[in-house]
């Protein structure tokens, strides 16, 4: 069984940064496409970031475009989220998710059949 956990999560002002880590101990992770989604109170699951399994490509949402820095460690199988310049807006719970080989659209909930818990990241003003 896939087990992907983020832990990292917390309260913070607006302007800080957080660095919430997602493990995946059990995944073939060096070939899998790794994901970050979040979801707000009351609103669908977003697309945040993600990074291809091969070279890294990265991708991001417009919103956190430049704010935001996904990244991998293939030898301790955990990917990262180092998210700067935090507004309130960014207030959410955030998902890991993951997909092996190739995928047609990073940013479609779909195409990753692999998901954590969650962990929760709130930005005060």
């Known amino acids: 069984q896939v087990q992907l956990v983020e832990s990292g999560g917390g309260l913070v002002q607006a302007g800080g940064s957080l660095r919430p880590p997602c493990a995946a101990p059990v995944l073939t992770f060096s070939t899998s496409v790794m994901g970050w989604f979040r979801q707000a109170p009351g609103k669908e699951r977003e697309f945040v970031a993600a990074?291809?399994?091969?070279?890294?490509?990265?991708y991001y949402a417009d919103s956190v475009k430049g704010r935001f820095t996904i990244s991998r460690d293939n030898a301790k199988k955990t990917v990262y989220l180092q998210m700067s310049s935090l507004k309130p807006e960014d207030t959410a719970d955030y998902y890991c998710a993951a997909a092996y080989g190739d995928i047609s659209s990073y940013s479609q909930r779909s195409q990753y059949p692999y998901w954590g818990q969650g962990t929760q990241v709130t930005v005060s003003s």
């Open positions: 990074i291809s399994r091969s070279v890294g490509t990265t």
